[in-house]
């Protein structure tokens, strides 16, 4: 009788020793890679070759701890998908991660009144689609034909949001997730108006209002301009002119007010030939609906604080144009 007693508590010992080196095991953060490393893992991988994958790129010490975790955690569904390692972690960690589809995806920031360089030099950021291979997506308007036929390019249905961005999402991909974008909220506003007109419009609100409460009044000079067929002398169509023709040097000279594009409104009257920046849904309002003002004019202020002076009449205007150069050449 104290043999088979001893020989129990040897048993429950060496269940306890396996337990505990277990529980070490699991909990135990490792790393085998010098790098950040990535697995991808396609829908139906099994655990076994999920655990096999984790062995080889140093993420888990070998396969077996791996199936391990799956035991303590079982019940949890693996999901499919990239996922990045970088730190030390125990199996059970990663079992975790990948249990929860923790999958791997970069952020694209694209701000109000970003133009498609400027989202194209983000892009480029991300590290994975050059900008140039951005830009040829963004040139082809074929997406957004059906909702805007004249569409030269993407410019303007490019919505300003928050993206996640895989690292084989293309370029296409995007522009495709941005102009999806842009159709949802252009049907929230159940508008009959010509969407060409009106982003063209409001794209060149985005770009010269500072300050929201502006950008009615903005557009309401530009809507009173277009009716009686008087140039709209808009800056940034200027600018945009400049980067099409890859010469824009940082600063409007005398040659861009020149510049014979169409996109110049300095030259031509009416609208721009398309949108010149990828406005906000407050810029699309403003341009549907522009404030009830007979101003013709607007000139910064010299305040600082981004607003303008508007005025009905260029005498009005030249008093206010005078007043701002006064102020910043004291």
């Known amino acids: 009788?104290?043999?088979?007693?001893?020989?129990?508590?040897?048993?429950?010992?060496?269940?306890?020793?396996?337990?505990?080196?277990?529980?070490?095991?699991?909990?135990?953060?490792?790393?085998?890679?010098?790098?950040?490393v990535f697995a991808d893992f396609a829908r139906g991988t099994s655990t076994r070759e999920i655990a096999s994958v984790?062995?080889?790129?140093?993420?888990?010490?070998?396969?077996?701890?791996?199936?391990a975790a799956r035991a303590v955690r079982r019940g949890a569904t693996l999901q499919a998908g990239e996922y990045k390692f970088d730190r030390p972690a125990s199996p059970l960690d990663i079992y975790g991660r990948i249990a929860r589809g923790e999958i791997f995806y970069m952020e694209l920031l694209v701000p109000e009144g970003f133009n498609m360089f400027e989202i194209a030099e983000a892009v480029g950021k991300l590290g994975t689609i050059r900008p140039e291979d951005f830009l040829a997506a963004a040139r082809d308007p074929a997406m957004i034909r059906d909702l805007d036929p004249r569409a030269p390019t993407l410019e303007g249905y490019?919505?300003?949001?928050?993206?996640?961005?895989?690292?084989?999402?293309?370029?296409?991909?995007?522009?495709?997730?941005?102009?999806?974008?842009?159709?949802?909220?252009?049907?929230?506003?159940?508008s009959g108006a010509n969407v060409h007109d009106v982003i063209t419009l409001a794209s060149m609100v985005e770009r010269e209002a500072r300050r929201p409460e502006e950008r009615s009044l903005v557009a309401s000079v530009f809507s009173n301009r277009l009716k009686i067929g008087m140039k709209l002398d808009c800056d940034p169509t200027t600018v945009y002119a400049a980067l099409l023709d890859h010469r824009y040097r940082g600063t409007i000279?005398?040659?861009?007010?020149?510049?014979?594009?169409?996109?110049?409104?300095?030259?031509?009257?009416?609208?721009?030939?398309?949108?010149?920046?990828?406005?906000?849904?407050?810029s699309i309002r403003a341009a549907l609906v522009p404030a009830d003002t007979q101003y013709l004019y607007f000139v910064a202020k010299a305040d600082g604080t981004g607003g303008h002076t508007f005025s009905e009449s260029l005498v009005q205007h030249s008093a206010a144009v005078a007043r701002y150069q006064r102020a910043t050449h004291r």
């Open 1 to 36: 009788m104290k043999f088979l007693l001893r020989l129990f508590a040897a048993a429950v010992l060496a269940l306890a020793i396996v337990a505990g080196w277990l529980a070490y095991q699991l909990t135990r953060p490792y790393r085998g890679f010098s790098e950040p």
């Open 54 to 67: 984790l062995a080889q790129k140093g993420v888990v010490q070998n396969q077996w701890v791996f199936l």
């Open 158 to 190: 490019l919505f300003p949001n928050k993206y996640r961005v895989y690292r084989y999402t293309t370029a296409e991909q995007i522009c495709r997730m941005m102009t999806a974008e842009f159709r949802a909220r252009w049907q929230t506003l159940h």
């Open 253 to 282: 000279y005398r040659s861009d007010l020149d510049n014979p594009s169409p996109w110049n409104t300095y030259r031509h009257a009416g609208l721009p030939p398309g949108p010149i920046a990828n406005p906000g849904l407050d």
